[in-house]
């Protein structure tokens, strides 16, 4: 019954219920007591409560004796991938990922082989192996279809697109993220809004302006708090508006400033997700204090091991590069910028290319050393050339020119 709870984004009842039976089965033996508290941990990292989860995790630990209950150790096992993936933790997370995964497999259970593999192919994405994450994919498809699996439909498609946004195929991302839209509304995905986010954002790339900042601002409205990935949705629309309309967003900062929860305590991936797009955000508006304050976080999202961390925010080390360069750290910035547009070019991430060289202009620009301008205007040239041959009309017409 919990778990149907969880399906539907019932969290709230969810942990109820199962706080109600680890108060009342007090008789029950250690390995049920574990399972319940395995599921209130679910229930609590998915609305983004990750210290009560980990507590949650540290108590099933106690109670189950490793080796006495394979599918029970296989459990524990998969909550650790999901945990690690709400905390944005992708090596971690692919690690337990595929130990659960496979131990399901081996006992035929499909399903919860589907329920925890899933996550592989992402983690992969961020993790920059971008082959071995269309491997993936396509055994996660095969086992999603051979099931039935509509929620798994929805992650085949969405990560389809992703991966051809990738690829430089951008019209046909777009395609293939309507009909994972479609899928998703029709499954009743509340995730589904990740996916709206996606065309959101591809269409201002493209240059329809108004009709993707109408999609980014309803998925910003509907992201629920309790969720693990907010303020992913906010923190992008915010990232967005410094780019369409920077005064809406000076004065959004000033009336109500996005405050991460995330010193001394375990952020959900929303949280890390938001640290890149809003580092993005401060660079671009000229709120150096706000990069500052940002740059520990970004150093240990580059620790974490993610090339990406989110969708839509730039590689992690472009993220980082602008953090040093607003230290005045300018060799380690440039060369962080250089290493950006290489993993961009060669991994590939063809939808990005041309963002860490538009900040590396611009770094250059802010530097003005002999010869920067010069540097700045190629660079600044070859991210107009990109734009142009992904179509991304939006972005190419509001690439800076200098004398």
């Not at 337990?96 to 082989?113: E, I, P, S, V």
Request: with cysteine; glycine share 8%.
């Amino acid at each position: 019954l919990a778990g149907t709870r969880l399906w539907t984004m019932d969290n709230e009842t969810a942990e109820r219920e199962l706080s109600r039976a680890l108060t009342e089965l007090t008789r029950a033996s250690a390995a049920s007591r574990s399972r319940l508290h395995y599921a209130r941990a679910t229930s609590r990292y998915t609305v983004g409560e990750l210290n009560a989860s980990r507590a949650d995790i540290d108590a099933g630990d106690a109670l189950r004796v490793p080796g006495a209950d394979a599918d029970l150790d296989d459990t524990a096992a998969a909550l650790q991938s999901h945990f690690a993936w709400a905390s944005a933790e992708p090596a971690r997370s692919l690690e337990y990922a595929r130990r659960a995964g496979a131990a399901f497999a081996a006992r035929g259970d499909l399903w919860r082989q589907a329920e925890i593999i899933w996550t592989i192919p992402w983690n992969l994405f961020f993790l920059g192996r971008l082959d071995g994450s269309m491997a993936a994919l396509a055994e996660f498809e095969a086992i999603a279809e051979r099931i039935g699996h509509q929620g798994a439909r929805w992650v085949v498609v969405h990560a389809r697109a992703t991966h051809q946004a990738a690829r430089g195929e951008i019209e046909a991302a777009l395609r293939t993220a309507r009909e994972a839209e479609t899928i998703g509304r029709a499954a009743g995905i509340p995730w589904v809004y990740h996916t709206q986010s996606f065309i959101g954002t591809m269409s201002i790339w493209q240059g329809r302006d108004d009709e993707g900042l109408a999609i980014l601002r309803k998925t910003a409205a509907y992201e629920p708090v309790r969720n693990y990935w907010y303020p992913s949705a906010r923190s992008h629309l915010f990232e967005i508006l410094t780019l369409l309309a920077p005064d809406e967003a000076r004065e959004w900062h000033a009336r109500d400033p996005l405050a991460l929860e995330i010193e001394g305590t375990l952020a959900p991936c929303g949280v890390w997700t938001a640290v890149g797009g809003l580092t993005e955000a401060y660079a671009r508006l000229g709120y150096r204090n706000e990069v500052l304050a940002l740059a520990p976080h970004v150093d240990e999202l580059r620790r974490r091991g993610g090339i990406l961390h989110g969708g839509w925010m730039s590689t992690t080390a472009t993220v980082v590069a602008i953090t040093l360069w607003h230290r005045d750290r300018w060799d380690e910035a440039e060369a962080e910028f250089r290493r950006a547009i290489e993993q961009v070019d060669t991994i590939p991430v063809f939808h990005k290319r041309g963002q860490p060289r538009e900040w590396y202009a611009e770094m250059l620009v802010a530097r003005d050393a002999p010869g920067d301008r010069d540097r700045a205007r190629a660079l600044f040239a070859e991210a107009r050339e990109i734009y142009a041959a992904l179509g991304f009309e939006g972005l190419r017409r509001r690439v800076r020119t200098i004398d």
